[in-house]
């Protein structure tokens, strides 16, 4: 699909918690196909960034054509944007890189979807699209705390599992996600992660040895977005590959992390 | 008047460009990465990513880091290697209508000049960049750039078995840049391009670590413009070929600024990951300049300066 460069307009900003918000952004024009994993490049220019910060794609409608964006205030960028109003219009480049793998050949019967902090944005488009395919996936989504567990409504929506860690017990079982008791002896047909490195990591090494296939999204540092500057490389087994064009979505087996 | 502007740039040797803009080495890939924001062949021409004898996998992560009003980068030349480009690359971008010039780097002046004489037969690429003052690789690079008896040398080798178009890319990591640019010229560059990123450094308080995997980078954006502009400006004043200026463009007017300053052609180049169609609206924002001073030669502008 073809990348460009747009203005879309926020219709709405909702706070989620002290530090998450989500964005409902109106494209001028309809994407012709947005895959789970892909991202956007967002200016925020006034905030004093220079470069573009990379958000991945929580969710899209087609028409009419929206975007949603689940977004953490951690810097300039993302705390500028959490002040936008309905109306204002944000500067986006996209949708950018190669996204998970939906089939169901790689999905199989029963995957599990897993996500950390503001990780999970990913896997609520991912989880859609499966179900189209077929697939009722099911949801393991961890956090420091309740309050970091955000669009729980909307992942228990479609109708799969939903389970919950929490660092402090707060909600659902006490711990990271790799602790909860569904790990133990798990039956599923493919995992797929996102969320902070350590996360990722643990995950994938559970996935291994399990023997469950897995897909990982990554977060390097991006300057261009586009395959340009070759700075977001991940080293992988077939040398550095830049995450933004080659990824963010990597089998977890092409890695490093084993 | 529009119908009458005339922006094309002869840079000597058999190359000359449509108009001066150029997209730089490192921020534009092959081109072909920016298809889908512009038409390449409204620009005076690419330069493509830094080309090496050997494949070089480049630094490690991380090898970016922003900073005010610009970015510090750390690839560290990662490139398939010459052969790979005519072999796999040079095909897919040889009947782009517009110019294509290939950057070359070396750790060694027997790397340059093998990859230059490689890179000569090639038909479509009428000129080579050559790279002496990269400030990400451990051996040669910018070693050669920040002295003037070690650019001369590589100059010279490279020019010996170079004929057509060679711009050689002067570091701006010296004390006088003016009598590196006279002794490149003395052995017979055809062009000088200026300036490559200024060495800097970003440190994170927190973790107190360097931010990027070589402790030290290269500083690019609208924060080296003053510093590039005045190099510019020294340059062309003392030497006799022409001069492509670039540092921190970001729009038509810091294009003209640079043209004013004694640059025939300007490259852009970290601006260009902010807004990937940039360069082309810099092409017809210099456009627009011209038809408003009613400049029907682009000639007229470069070195214009009024500094009395």
Same mark, same amino acid.
């Given at each position: 699909m073809k990348k460009?460069?747009?203005?879309?307009?926020?219709?709405?900003?909702?706070?989620?918690?002290?530090?998450?918000?989500?964005?409902?952004?109106?494209?001028?024009?309809?994407?012709?196909?947005?895959?789970?994993?892909?991202?956007?490049?967002?200016?925020?220019?006034?905030?004093?960034?220079?470069?573009?910060?990379?958000?991945?794609?929580?969710?899209?409608?087609?028409?009419?054509?929206?975007?949603?964006?689940?977004?953490?205030?951690?810097?300039?960028?993302?705390?500028?944007?959490?002040?936008?109003?309905?109306?204002?219009?944000?500067?986006?480049?996209?949708?950018?890189?190669?996204?998970?793998?939906?089939?169901?050949?790689?999905?199989?019967?029963k995957p599990l979807l897993v996500g950390g902090g503001v990780g999970i944005a990913p896997l609520l488009y991912l989880g859609k699209q499966l179900l189209r395919n077929g697939i009722v996936p099911s949801f393991l989504l961890g956090g420091r705390t309740r309050l970091l567990l955000v669009l729980q409504e909307q992942f228990e929506a479609l109708g799969g599992d939903v389970f919950y860690t929490t660092e402090d017990g707060s909600l659902g079982e006490k711990g990271v996600v790799t602790d909860h008791s569904i790990c133990t002896h798990p039956s599923y047909s493919?995992?797929?992660?996102?969320?902070?490195?350590?996360?990722?990591?643990?995950?994938?090494?559970?996935?291994?040895?399990?023997?469950?296939?897995?897909?990982?999204?990554?977060?390097?540092r991006m300057a261009c977005g586009i395959g340009a500057c070759l700075c977001c490389v991940e080293d992988t087994q077939e040398g550095n590959k830049c995450i933004c064009t080659e990824g963010p979505v990597f089998r977890t087996e092409q890695l490093r992390w084993l | 008047m529009s119908k009458d502007i005339n922006m094309t740039v002869d840079l000597g040797n058999n190359f000359s460009l449509k108009n001066p803009v150029l997209t730089a080495s490192g921020t534009f890939g092959y081109g072909t990465e920016y298809q889908d924001f512009l038409d390449l062949s409204t620009l005076g021409g690419i330069v493509v990513k830094g080309t090496t004898w050997s494949p070089r996998e480049g630094n490690p992560y991380p090898r970016m880091a922003e900073t005010p009003a610009g970015m510090l980068n750390a690839v560290g030349l990662q490139n398939k290697g010459v052969h790979y480009?005519?072999?796999? /690359?040079? &095909?897919?971008?040889?009947?782009?209508?517009? *110019? !294509?010039?290939?950057? %070359?780097?070396?750790?060694? #002046?027997?790397?340059?000049?093998?990859?230059?004489?490689?890179?000569?037969?090639?038909?479509?690429?009428?000129?080579?960049?050559?790279?002496?003052?990269?400030?990400?690789?451990?051996?040669?690079?910018?070693?050669?750039?920040?002295?003037?008896?070690?650019?001369?040398?590589?100059?010279?080798?490279?020019?010996?078995?170079?004929?057509?178009?060679?711009?050689?890319?002067?570091?701006?990591?010296?004390?006088?840049?003016?009598?590196?640019?006279?002794?490149?010229?003395?052995?017979?560059?055809?062009?000088?391009?200026?300036?490559?990123?200024?060495?800097?450094?970003?440190?994170?308080?927190?973790?107190?670590?360097?931010?990027?995997?070589?402790?030290?980078?290269?500083?690019?954006?609208?924060? /080296?413009? &003053?510093?590039?502009?005045?190099?510019?400006? *020294? !340059?062309?004043?003392? %030497?006799?070929?022409?001069? #492509?200026?670039?540092?921190?463009?970001?729009?038509?007017?810091?294009?003209?600024?640079?043209?004013?300053?004694?640059?025939?052609?300007?490259?852009?180049?970290?601006y260009n990951f902010v807004d990937p169609s940039i360069s082309q609206k810099i092409v017809s924002g210099i456009k627009d300049y011209m038809n408003r001073h009613q400049v029907e030669d682009i000639s007229a502008l470069i070195g214009g300066l009024t500094t009395r």
């Open positions: 460009e460069i747009l203005q879309g307009t926020i219709l709405s900003n909702t706070p989620l918690n002290e530090s998450y918000y989500q964005l409902e952004v109106a494209l001028p024009t309809p994407w012709e196909e947005v895959n789970p994993g892909q991202f956007v490049q967002l200016l925020a220019r006034e905030s004093g960034a220079f470069l573009r910060r990379p958000i991945s794609i929580c969710d899209y409608n087609a028409a009419p054509a929206k975007l949603f964006l689940l977004i953490q205030q951690v810097g300039k960028g993302s705390r500028y944007w959490a002040t936008l109003k309905t109306g204002s219009t944000l500067d986006i480049v996209g949708p950018l890189g190669h996204g998970f793998t939906c089939t169901p050949h790689f999905a199989g019967p493919s995992v797929y992660t996102c969320g902070p490195l350590p996360m990722m990591q643990n995950v994938t090494k559970w996935a291994h040895i399990h023997e469950i296939p897995s897909e990982v999204s990554l977060e390097n | 480009f005519v072999k796999h /690359i040079y &095909p897919q971008i040889k009947d782009y209508l517009t *110019q !294509v010039i290939v950057n %070359v780097s070396g750790s060694t #002046i027997e790397d340059y000049v093998r990859t230059a004489e490689l890179l000569s037969i090639l038909d479509h690429i009428p000129a080579i960049e050559l790279n002496i003052s990269c400030p990400n690789v451990k051996e040669g690079g910018m070693a050669f750039g920040v002295t003037a008896g070690g650019a001369s040398e590589v100059v010279r080798a490279v020019r010996a078995v170079y004929p057509k178009h060679l711009m050689v890319k002067l570091s701006p990591n010296v004390t006088d840049i003016t009598e590196i640019a006279r002794a490149v010229e003395a052995e017979g560059a055809d062009s000088l391009s200026l300036i490559n990123t200024i060495l800097g450094m970003a440190i994170d308080a927190e973790r107190r670590k360097p931010i990027l995997s070589t402790i030290t980078g290269g500083l690019s954006g609208p924060c /080296i413009k &003053p510093v590039a502009l005045r190099m510019v400006w *020294q !340059v062309a004043k003392v %030497v006799h070929i022409p001069v #492509i200026g670039m540092g921190g463009i970001t729009s038509a007017t810091d294009a003209i600024e640079f043209l004013l300053a004694g640059a025939s052609a300007i490259q852009v180049g970290c």
